[in-house]
């Protein structure tokens, strides 16, 4: 089967029907699906059965760390009857994912075990400044745009960028987060349990701190007031659902904050600060392989949440389906099957201070019925999180991992939805005459434009590749997963295997589509990151691990650089770059950054390693 372009659902269950990797994958990273999908297909008859009262919850297992729950499952182990089931790599994924880090990730990812330590520790008297990426994205309105100024290069620099330094991240098996660089310095986490701050300029490590778990999404950095003398922090969440707030100099622990309770709830994108607030996405992997019989589907349901960032304290909580999930009917088997449940939020929400109002998509129903705000592009009110809009894009889609094959749970629908979760920001842009719109793409490779100020309503509904708009995800067909970038008038995604199409804004009219030749013995070229755009220039990678940099004029290339190899690195960690298939780079005071290695999903090989590239 092929799995470039997989849903989070359809990624667990193609992996586990190709034996757990794709041809050349190395071992999936401990945040991702495949992991959950074995609990929840193999484990589940006791761990979470109420019937079963000697078996630890999931929740019990959730806080133990790797290499235990791998014992538990070996031949010596507690759980040896049940591990005979499984296949060594089978028990490395449901130990990592369960855990959310990698075997033997404690031992190796602190900053005191590297060589670079950086010499001095300077204050961060600098911040903020042009010259920073902060989070998903440079501004609240999600442009994923950089100035020339805090670029720091022009179009006619691009050309000249060569590698300046690479960082390995020990013991990792996948490069998630981008890189956020504030004052200088970069702050970002993967998925071996660790959160960084390096210098931007040498890649030496100022600290670490040991989160536990794997950290997804984009860190945001902003000066903390109010107290005896301010000071920066950076804020960023992990796989259990918790908020962290760091002091940025020293990474010292200021807060932490647990912002859902569900047992798989989970961050896997950036939070946004905003007049302090943070605010907070939450998803969760309930969904993945749910359809088996033995698992009581499904209670987790999608979230915005607003924190006060001094403090940590929840001041308002939006959830995607207001509905609380009920018990609506128990299998023969004994498992109680709940709903309405799903509505992940799989992006960095969207601030917009005209409105008050904070914008966000939000992913597909678990369990029916299915409610007007899954599948959508949401609007809540940035002060109460009252719902403001929803514009719909897809009906009706209940989809649920899992449901195929002879034994189902009766909680798969009758027909599997096409599973059209819009997992990318909306980019919130003005236009000529004082027009808005809010842009985000689907699953299909359609791109909208919705009207923020008449409540959503739909201004135009367009498709680059060609096809018809409106269609459905097809596997393997262009997508558009993480999202796109604006400037002034033109804006551009990343499509799969449809390329990166550049469109003009105000009418949805397809510019140009960049679709290369795909590295040699590669296959189908996949272009699905987040692209980023400096003037005159888009940035974008590669689920074959090149980064590209093309024309924003014409599509035409100017420059490459192709990440699947191994580096040598400033921390002398066996580093090797990857997939480039969900974050995009980032362009910094004459340097460009990108973490090459995520590779669920898609063609390339997974990776560990951060570049950072120079013109100078």
């Not at 600060?273 to 998803?283: Q, T």
């Not at 002879?406 to 819009?422: H, R």
């Amino acid at each position: 089967m092929n799995i470039r372009f997989l849903s989070p659902a359809a990624i667990a269950i193609a992996t586990l029907l190709a034996g757990g990797r794709a041809t050349g994958q190395a071992a999936m990273a401990p945040g991702t699906e495949s992991g959950f999908a074995l609990f929840q297909k193999k484990c589940t008859t006791c761990h979470g059965n109420p019937a079963v009262e000697a078996a630890p919850s999931p929740e019990t297992i959730r806080g133990m760390p790797p290499e235990k729950i791998y014992e538990a499952l070996g031949p010596d182990g507690i759980m040896a009857a049940q591990g005979a089931a499984l296949s060594d790599p089978e028990r490395r994924r449901i130990a990592e994912f369960m855990s959310g880090r990698p075997l033997g990730s404690a031992r190796l990812g602190a900053a005191s075990t590297m060589p670079n330590q950086c010499r001095d520790n300077p204050k961060l008297l600098n911040a903020p400044s042009p010259a920073q990426w902060n989070g998903w994205s440079s501004d609240a309105a999600n442009h994923r745009f950089q100035s020339t100024a805090a670029a720091g290069m022009r179009a006619r620099d691009v050309p000249r960028l060569r590698l300046k330094w690479a960082f390995g991240f020990p013991a990792g098996v996948s490069a998630n987060a981008q890189p956020t660089i504030v004052a200088g310095r970069v702050f970002l986490g993967s998925d071996n349990g660790f959160f960084y701050s390096l210098d931007a300029a040498s890649g030496c490590v100022y600290w670490s701190f040991e989160v536990g778990s794997t950290v997804r999404g984009a860190a945001t950095v902003a000066r903390l007031t109010g107290r005896a003398s301010s000071h920066y922090v950076v804020y960023f969440g992990d796989g259990r659902a918790n908020v962290y707030a760091l002091n940025a100099r020293s990474g010292a622990l200021l807060w932490k904050s647990r912002v859902d309770e569900h047992f798989v709830a989970r961050i896997t994108a950036g939070p946004r600060y905003y007049n302090g607030k943070l605010l907070v996405p939450v998803s969760s992997s309930e969904g993945f392989s749910a359809g088996t019989p033995d698992y009581p589907c499904c209670t987790a349901r999608g979230s915005v949440v607003a924190l006060d960032a001094a403090t940590g304290r929840q001041i308002w909580k939006a959830w995607v389906i207001a509905e609380e999930p009920k018990p609506y009917a128990t299998q023969p088997n004994g498992v109680v099957l709940s709903g309405p449940s799903g509505g992940s939020v799989w992006n960095t929400p969207t601030v917009d201070p005209e409105r008050h109002a904070v914008y966000f998509g939000t992913g597909d129903a678990w369990a029916a019925p299915s409610t007007t705000t899954t599948d959508a592009i949401m609007a809540v009110d940035i002060n109460n999180g009252g719902l403001l809009w929803a514009y719909q894009v897809t009906a009706d889609d209940v989809h649920l991992g899992g449901c195929i094959g002879p034994e189902l749970s009766a909680a798969c629908p009758k027909v599997n939805g096409p599973d059209m979760d819009i997992g990318n920001s909306p980019i919130l842009v003005s236009l000529a005459g004082g027009a808005r719109l809010l842009l985000a793409g689907t699953k299909a490779a359609d791109v909208l434009a919705v009207d923020p100020d008449h409540d959503g309503a739909l201004i135009y509904r367009v498709n680059p590749t060609g096809a018809n708009p409106g269609g459905n995800y097809q596997l393997g067909a262009p997508a558009i997963l993480w999202g796109g970038a604006a400037d002034a008038t033109q804006a551009y995604f990343g499509m799969g295997t449809g390329g990166l199409a550049g469109i003009e804004t105000a009418t949805g009219r397809t510019l140009w589509v960049f679709k290369p030749e795909p590295p040699s013995g590669s296959g189908v070229l996949s272009l699905g990151a987040a692209p980023t755009v400096i003037p005159g220039v888009v940035f974008e990678g590669s689920a074959q691990g090149v980064l590209y940099a093309v024309s924003a004029a014409d599509g035409k290339e100017i420059w490459r650089f192709d990440t699947a190899r191994s580096f040598d690195t400033v921390n002398k960690v066996p580093a090797r770059g990857g997939a480039i298939a969900v974050s995009g780079a980032v362009a910094v005071n004459g340097m460009l950054f990108v973490g090459s290695g995520y590779a669920v999903g898609s063609a390339a090989t997974a990776g560990n390693v951060l570049l950072a590239f120079s013109a100078q």
